[in-house]
């Protein structure tokens, strides 16, 4: 079976059409896709994710993203820690996420949104570390930054759970992100030709590592995705959901010259290993 462990099936693509959510999973279901991690990005979509996770049978994480810690409000945090302790026992809660930083989006680099960054980062990774739980991690363009909170709040010689979402980062940062415990998520950006580095790293970073994802219905894969051009022609972008994981995880296959049964047996383990409580939600 397979396991998407990063989607946003409450993203307003699929608000636009809760049918169309609904019947994407449901074919995803039938491709083996046993189960999907759904995103928190705000406390306003906390309860939007959790009622969704257990509408389609799925897993759910809580977190702040780092590109609405604009909009959130300090309070925020303690809704987050209010959540977590309401919901601790239920079993499709498995992480805290999607947090981290970003520093690819010019606006999020002006010093007063960077320090607001790093505060909402740290302060759900000290949440982590009260409720025992995993981490998602966005690492865009920000590798070594998310490195230093989560060794600054593990403590020497800490380690943590969970995964580097939609990883694309050096060789040396990959190996730093495996050293400190977490798992390296690849998804549709591995499926273009042109994206020589990340195709490499997931050729031959150790399989134990890595976790499949969708990111759905962002970072579509490459046969999903339309041009500039071909949209203004009249050309539509197809809907990138978990339905397409066994295609992306059938070109992590060929990039490691392996069968994809085998890379659907490891990325699964793999994804147990980083989000223990998953275990009990499969079928």
């Known amino acids: 079976m397979w396991i998407d462990t990063h989607c946003h099936l409450d993203a307003p693509e699929f608000k636009e059409n809760h049918a169309l959510a609904h019947d994407l999973r449901a074919q995803a279901a039938i491709k083996n896709v046993a189960l999907c991690v ?33 909009r959130a409000q300090d309070g925020d945090l303690d809704l ?24 690819f989006v010019p606006a999020l680099q002006e010093p007063t949104l960077l320090a607001r960054q790093q505060f909402f980062y740290r302060a759900q990774l000290k949440l982590a570390k009260k409720h025992g739980l995993p981490v998602i991690l ?4 920000s590798a070594d930054h998310v490195l230093k909170h989560l060794r600054a709040v593990a403590g020497p010689g800490g380690r943590w759970l969970g995964i580097a ?8 940062q990959a190996q730093a992100c495996i050293a400190i415990g977490l798992k390296l998520g690849f998804g549709g950006a591995m499926t273009f030709e042109a994206a020589n580095q990340l195709r490499r790293l997931a050729a031959s970073l150790p399989l134990d590592s890595l976790v499949l994802e969708t990111d759905a219905p962002d970072i579509p894969p490459q046969w999903l995705y339309t041009t500039t051009a071909q949209r203004a022609a009249g050309q539509p972008q197809g809907i990138n959901s978990p339905l397409e994981l066994p295609r992306i995880g059938a070109v992590l296959a060929g990039l490691r010259g392996l069968p994809v049964d085998a890379i659907e ?17 499969l079928p």
């Open 38 to 70: 759904l995103q928190g990005v705000l406390a306003a979509n906390f309860d939007t994710v959790r009622r969704l996770a257990h509408q389609t049978g799925d897993a759910y994480a809580l977190g702040i993203h780092p590109l609405f810690v604009a």
């Open 80 to 103: 987050l820690d209010t959540a977590l302790t309401t919901h601790r026992d239920d079993p499709r809660l498995v992480a805290v996420g999607e947090i981290g930083l970003d520093y």
């Open 138 to 141: 966005h690492v865009r363009r």
């Open 165 to 172: 979402h939609a990883f694309n980062g050096s060789p040396q």
């Open 265 to 281: 047996a490891a990325t699964t383990a793999n994804a147990l290993a980083a989000l223990p409580r998953l275990r009990a939600l």
